[in-house]
């Protein structure tokens, strides 16, 4: 089960009240903070005119379309319709909703009712996020000495431990960076890696 | 393959007094490369093989067809009226389907999230009752009785007032609007966009103007209309699926959408389907 | 003060985002771009013989460069926005008013093309674009890491005022930000200081005002 469960970022980039793109495999997804905290991820389509939901924005317990201002509560239930104040939308307008937690500083999505089994990333600090042009298959180029566990790749930097969480986006990878050495250190290397997978596609 | 039905409609394809000698304004119609050019005096449009295209001049635009022309290019009787002000609003590239973008222009409810402060605000964002019907003799869908609230209506206004609006879908990728007039409360301003259908996911839109407004420099005119549209372009180009999808269910509208939801069946009904997804995918 | 402006352009936007933060008003003169080409014609010329927007004129004074007259209205209405509170930030701050030229001619030159259908070589428009979004989001993640969310030091400056516009507005020239989120972050930070303005392209934080509790009437109106 734990293949299902895909990384979408760090916790430290999804502040309380903000929503951002993500993914699923080959789904796009709107994935949203609360103001108290909660995570939700949801299909990045609004359901009235296709609008992409990770251009909206959060009010409290809500997240709205920006096209036209519809609002969705935690549930993905559409709570109001702002054209039609009086109104109580109908149950069926509903945003698909994805199951989504966080564990370590990652942020993980999987389809709704996924039993929850992460990889242990206890011990590291989140870093950073990095997207590489580049498939998964020429991830080996850049991280060398690197076992890869699923979907994270664990080694050593200047004998720090490192782990990557990959976010497998097609053309390109999110590589989601954690370690115990010094995180500017991490970071630059993390540029480091990217450079090298990207010469090795392009050469 | 190019239903007949759409290929025998006008679409604008250039602003007339830009259009130069060979090798033109070169672009693209429903997915045919054309040039646009001045040869002798007259304007040409023609395909890459040479061959010419039927087109008329209107509204400041070059109008092509390049089926055999069904019609005449629809009639907008204000733009020979006097004492009106043809404002050419220039081009803006947008991808999505020429179909969303003209279905966008005939929408009020997303004012005061897109066009925020100027054409609404919150809290006034309720769409009222209004009427909607296709017109059998003139062959165009028409919603009348439209009002919203409007912090900044136009250029000339200078205060909130609630507008009233007329919408107007002419030709599978054009449509008009009357909207109350700040300077002349008896008439109407008009507003259109022409849209030219590069291909079904990517459209080159035109704004176009007839106002009553002697006062406004026409530097100042133009950059307003052109705000408003390039508010909408950030949409258009993030609406999944990029293609209009005709098919009810794929999409879910509400009262606001009665206008959207005639021009959907119009399209359907004519088979205008270039831009359009049919099946749900 | 008298702005030569352009709705679309991000160059002039910068000096209509730094005034409005500053709390300055600006005297704007539309000219017509586009479609009309205004900024090229003679009378124009005679005022700017680059025939570039925005033109900024202050009685005597004409400046024709957008960072030239960011720091102008800093120096006069706001000194701190000039960010040289010491030698080592001020040469900082000049590094991305240059950096934000590389922006320009990237992601700006990207926006044009794909906009208002302006010639060139796309990709080469959005690779430069993109290596620039790299090299500002890895300053950025430093910075937060460091407990900051502006580009040199706790406070917005003009370095953050001359790179925002083209940044943000890159989806217009089709590159993602989605690949960036220390700069969403800082894009957010900007986007909700008191006296923001946007431009279109840049859509309102709607989350900053609550909810309306109740929406008037249509009829009461």
């Known amino acids: 089960m734990s293949g299902m469960w895909v990384a979408n970022g760090l916790s430290q980039d999804l502040p309380l009240g903000v929503v951002m793109a993500g993914s699923w495999q080959g789904a796009e997804l709107a994935i949203w903070r609360s103001a108290t905290g909660r995570l939700s991820a949801w299909n990045d389509r609004c359901p009235h005119r296709g609008m992409r939901l990770s251009h909206g924005f959060v009010r409290g317990e809500t997240l709205s379309c920006i096209y036209h201002g519809w609002t969705y509560g935690t549930d993905g239930a559409c709570s109001k319709i702002p054209a039609h104040p009086a109104m109580v939308p109908p149950a ?34 989140a ?54 050495g010094d995180r500017v250190r991490l970071s630059r290397w993390l540029d480091g890696v990217r450079r090298l997978v990207e010469e090795g596609v392009l050469a | 393959m190019i ?64 089926g055999t022309p069904a019609h005449d290019l629809f009639p907008i009787p204000e733009a020979d009226q006097p ?76 205060g909130g007032i609630v507008t009233e609006y007329m919408y107007r879908v002419a030709a599978p990728t054009a449509a008009v609007l009357y909207k109350t007039c700040p300077n002349k409360p008896d008439a109407w301003d008009v507003i259109g966009i022409f849209v030219q259908p590069l291909t079904e996911e990517l459209c ?78 | 003060m008298k702005l030569y402006d352009y709705v679309l352009s991000a160059s002039c936007y910068k000096i209509r985002l730094m005034a409005a933060l500053l709390g300055v008003k600006l005297d704007l003169v539309a000219v017509d771009f586009h479609p009309g080409r205004e900024h090229r014609a ?19 004074l004409m400046l024709t460069e957008s960072t030239a007259m960011l720091v102008y209205l800093a120096q006069a209405s706001g000194r701190a926005w000039l960010g040289d509170s010491t030698p080592a930030r001020a040469a900082k ?47 950025m993640t430093e910075a937060r890491f460091a407990g900051r969310i502006f580009l040199e030091g706790d406070a917005p400056t003009i370095a953050d005022i001359a790179c925002f516009p083209n940044v943000a507005l890159a989806p217009d ?44 009437a249509l009829e009461d109106l």
């Open chain 1, 92 to 125: 069926a307008i509903k945003a698909e909703v994805y199951a989504c937690v966080e564990a370590d500083g990652v942020i993980w999505v999987a389809p709704a009712g996924t039993e929850v089994v992460l990889p242990d990333l206890s011990g590291l600090v």
């Open chain 1, 127 to 180: 870093v950073r996020s990095v997207t590489v042009q580049a498939d998964v298959a020429a991830l080996t180029r850049g991280l060398p000495g690197f076992v890869q566990h699923g979907a994270v790749w664990r080694g050593q930097v200047e004998g720090a431990a490192v782990a990557l969480v990959v976010q497998d986006r097609g053309a390109s990878v999110t590589l989601h960076g954690l370690g115990a």
């Open chain 2, 3 to 66: 239903a007949q039905a759409v290929l025998n409609e006008w679409y604008p394809v250039a602003m007339a007094a830009q259009v130069g000698a060979w090798p033109g304004r070169q672009t693209q119609l429903l997915g045919s490369d054309i040039a646009v050019f001045l040869d002798a005096g007259e304007i040409v449009v023609q395909r890459a093989d040479g061959s010419a295209l039927a087109v008329c001049l209107r509204y400041g635009h070059v109008w092509a067809c390049l």
């Open chain 2, 83 to 158: 004492g009106r002000r043809l404002v050419d609003c220039g081009v803006v590239r947008v991808k999505c389907s020429p179909l969303r973008a003209v279905e966008n222009f005939l929408d009020i409810a997303h004012f005061p999230f897109v066009h925020t402060d100027v054409l609404g605000a919150e809290p006034h964002t309720e769409v009222g009752r209004y009427e909607v019907q296709i017109r059998e003799d003139s062959d165009e869908v028409w919603a009348t009785k439209v009002h919203f609230y409007q912090p900044q209506a136009a250029k000339s206004a200078s």
């Open chain 2, 204 to 281: 080159e839109v035109w704004p176009w103007m007839a106002l009553f407004d002697d006062a406004t420099p026409q530097a100042d005119l133009i950059q307003f209309q052109q705000m408003i549209f390039l508010q909408d372009r950030s949409i258009l180009e993030n609406q999944i699926p990029r293609l209009l999808p005709l098919d009810p269910g794929k999409e879910i509208p509400t009262q606001a959408d009665m206008t959207s939801i005639a021009y959907r069946r119009w399209l359907k009904r004519k088979g205008l389907t270039y831009g359009a997804q049919m099946v749900a995918a």
């Open chain 3, 42 to 60: 003679l009378a124009f010329r005679n005022l700017n013989p680059a025939g570039t927007l925005p033109v900024l004129v202050d009685g005597d």
């Open chain 3, 93 to 139: 701050v000049q590094n991305w008013l240059a950096f934000s030229a590389r922006l320009g001619a990237s992601l700006g030159m990207a926006r044009l093309h794909d906009m208002l259908i302006y010639p060139g070589d796309i990709d080469a428009f959005r690779r430069a674009g993109v290596e620039c979004l790299r090299e500002l989001e890895a300053h």
């Open chain 3, 173 to 216: 020239g089709g590159v993602t930000l989605d690949d960036y989120p220390a700069i969403r972050l800082w894009s957010r930070a900007l986007r909700a200081l008191p006296g923001f303005i946007e431009m279109p392209g840049i859509h309102r934080l709607h989350e900053l005002k609550p909810a309306p509790e109740a929406v008037p």
